[in-house]
């Protein structure tokens, strides 16, 4: 029981950094953003390749996953999505599934459709027992992560004059925009920052659910689960939305294993049918 | 648009001059029996494209007229797939009572969801209809005892189409049977479009709100336009499973609810023909070009719907008749 509790809590951790910067992002330009995953895609893919290519320890390759991710999406938002804030949603679902589309077929190119083999650090494996329970060192080193993550962004988001323009901008762009703050600017760093976070969430989601040319599609379900659920815009929403996601998505699993992914998608209709606007959405 | 320059025009004589057959339509359904004579040996192909096409034309009704944004639509066509598979399955291979059972439930679906469905927008309208999408495929799935799960339908005995004509290997029935279901949907659809009813669709699509002020009620009308839209999407995939004598859970997957709206955003949403002209020009690239590597033929769909929604927001229909209304205005400037 402890022991699911606590996988779907590292689960959960995960689905957080995988949706984190969508969740910002959406909320800020209501931008639908389908091609997210495929960014968190290419951090796992990042840390593939310096880890069996160029043998780099897998904690040295979490960095360039960030920063290699934030610098594609960046590009990508100044050169194709900002041509489409004022679109329909029809317009950017469409561009956005398009390029998750190509961001698949160029994984399965390079690397093939098999799941890639990646060995964890010696100290990352195994399992460190705590009052007769035992826990899985990797998930204990994802949550540490997640959590560490979550903090600085929250501290980042309250208490800095940066934080105070994306809050801002959530809030009320136009308005933001009215007294003088750079939202096109705050927006592609906000933007370049949620796929750096969603890359770091795809270099450590390897371990734990493997990585293969179908994760830009088969993740993208969960997260945007959890940014409906949450509510845009939200931090606190898509934390406490990723949580319970990821613990229902394992509990059932493991208890009902025959309804499969079934009890995750009934969580989510009827949820969303409770809250359109999600759990902690204001509009 | 040159209506509202000219005198006032009463709505019944805008709704009837919307109405008129022109003569490319008639041109465009001569031209789909040429493959009888031309192409005997693609007639398969032409009976997935003709059921492909009835499936955009379902999702355009309320994609393209109403705005109902969808990712799960393939639920209806798997549905209807699903019960025609399964009434041949178990002894009662009679077609068209099987396309029209196909319809029912498929309908009676529609009609449960379309509660639902009528009261979001939005991201939570997408959301939620992928969600059922997936939910039902997820169903599907884990009752494998009666849909036969991953390994599909097997033992679906259609019999002969009107007791007369056997579904034979060159697919001239299932052509013909096909195309002529598809043109009978079409000429109901088309009323539909051109009636008082889907001009107010059209009104919601723009202004959802101020529809009601008007005195249309917006969700009872997307009520009965999904509604509709999943009757035309079960008698589809009806279809399909008749013609191919299998069904798979791939009938009702997230990945056909995307290539349909694929189709219908590359032909041009909102337009009649713009499912039928997606469905023959996706149709015909994927026999030709996608081989044995469907990774990479997804690529090429990828930056297609990039290029298409960068440089043709309304699809391919939408371009031409851009082009053709620019030439007709300069050949006007040139001869005054």
Redesign the interface.
């Known amino acids: 029981m402890i022991g699911v509790l606590f996988d779907g809590f590292a689960y959960g951790m995960l689905l957080f950094l995988l949706s984190v910067g969508l969740s910002v992002t959406?909320g800020m330009m209501n931008f639908?953003n389908l091609a997210h995953c495929a960014f968190a895609m290419l951090g796992g893919y990042i840390t593939v390749t310096l880890m069996n290519d160029w043998h780099w320890p897998f904690l040295g390759t979490l960095p360039p996953a960030f920063l290699v991710t934030a610098l594609v999406s960046v590009v990508f938002e100044r050169v194709?999505y900002r041509?489409?804030y004022r679109?329909s949603?029809?317009?950017q679902?469409?561009?956005t599934?398009?390029?998750?589309?190509?961001?698949?077929?160029?994984a399965?190119?390079f690397y093939g459709?098999i799941q890639q083999p990646v060995r964890m650090p010696d100290y990352l494996r195994g399992s460190v027992t705590v009052l007769g329970l035992t826990f899985g060192a990797y998930r204990l080193f994802l949550i540490s992560v997640a959590l560490g993550i979550t903090v600085l962004l929250i501290g980042a988001l309250e208490y800095t004059r940066f934080g105070a323009q994306v809050r801002a901008a959530v809030d009320n762009q136009r308005m933001a925009n009215g007294l003088g703050i750079n939202v096109d600017g705050a927006f592609a760093f906000t933007f370049a920052l949620g796929s750096g976070l969603a890359g770091i969430g795809g270099a450590l989601a390897i371990e734990i659910v493997g990585l293969d040319?179908s994760f830009a599609?088969t993740y993208l379900?969960y997260v945007?689960?959890v940014v409906?659920v949450g509510g845009?815009g939200s931090i606190a929403g898509s934390f406490v939305a990723a949580i319970l996601i990821g613990i229902s998505d394992v509990a059932g699993k493991y208890y009902v294993p025959?309804?499969?992914?079934?009890l995750i998608?009934?969580v989510?209709?009827a949820l969303?049918?409770w809250r359109?606007?999600g759990l902690f959405g204001r509009r | 648009m040159s209506v509202a320059s000219t005198t006032p025009m009463l709505p019944r004589s805008y709704l009837q001059a919307q109405a008129r057959w022109r003569p490319i339509e008639i041109a465009f359904w001569l031209a789909t029996l040429l493959p009888f004579y031309f192409l005997p040996n693609y007639l398969v192909l032409a009976s997935q494209i003709a059921i492909i096409g009835l499936f955009a034309l379902s999702l355009d009704l309320i994609l393209g007229y109403a705005g109902i944004v969808s990712l799960g639509h393939a639920a209806f066509f798997g549905l209807g797939a699903y019960t025609a598979g399964l009434i041949a399955k178990h002894g009662w291979g009679e077609p068209l009572t099987g396309l029209f059972l196909a319809a029912l439930i498929a309908g009676i679906n529609g009609y449960a969801a379309s509660f639902i469905v009528s009261r979001f927008r939005h991201l939570a309208l997408i959301m939620i209809t992928l969600g059922m999408g997936l939910l039902l495929a997820e169903a599907a799935n884990s009752v494998s005892w009666l849909t036969g799960g991953a390994d599909g339908l097997q033992g679906v005995k259609i019999w002969p189409l009107l007791n007369t004509f056997r579904f034979d290997l060159y697919g001239y029935t299932a052509y013909s049977y096909a195309l002529a279901v598809l043109f009978l949907v079409f000429l109901v659809a088309r009323n539909i479009i051109h009636s008082s009813f889907g001009l107010s669709l059209r009104g919601i699509r723009e202004n959802p709100i101020r529809m009601p002020a008007l005195g249309a009620s917006s969700r009872s009308h997307l009520r009965k336009i999904y509604t509709i839209a999943a009757v035309i999407a079960g008698i589809a995939g009806a279809l399909l499973a008749q013609t191919t004598e299998t069904v798979s859970l791939e009938s009702l997957g997230f990945q056909r609810s995307a290539d349909v709206l694929v189709i219908l955003i590359l032909g041009g949403a909102g337009r009649l023909y713009g499912g039928l002209v997606g469905a023959i020009i996706f149709m015909v690239a994927r026999d030709q070009f996608s081989g044995n590597t469907p990774q990479f033929w997804y690529f090429w769909i990828g930056i297609l719907l990039i290029a298409v929604v960068m440089f043709l927001p309304n699809g391919i229909l939408g371009g031409l008749a851009k082009l053709g209304a620019s030439w007709q205005r300069k050949l006007r400037t040139k001869a005054p």
Do not use: K, N, Q
Request: hydrophobic fraction near 70%; avoid cysteine; charged fraction near 10%.
């Open positions: 959406l639908v194709l041509r489409l679109a949603d029809l317009d679902v469409l561009l599934i398009g390029l998750a589309f190509v961001s698949v077929a160029v399965a190119y459709t040319p599609f379900i945007l689960i409906s845009l025959e309804l499969g992914a079934f998608y009934l989510m209709v969303l049918m359109p606007s």
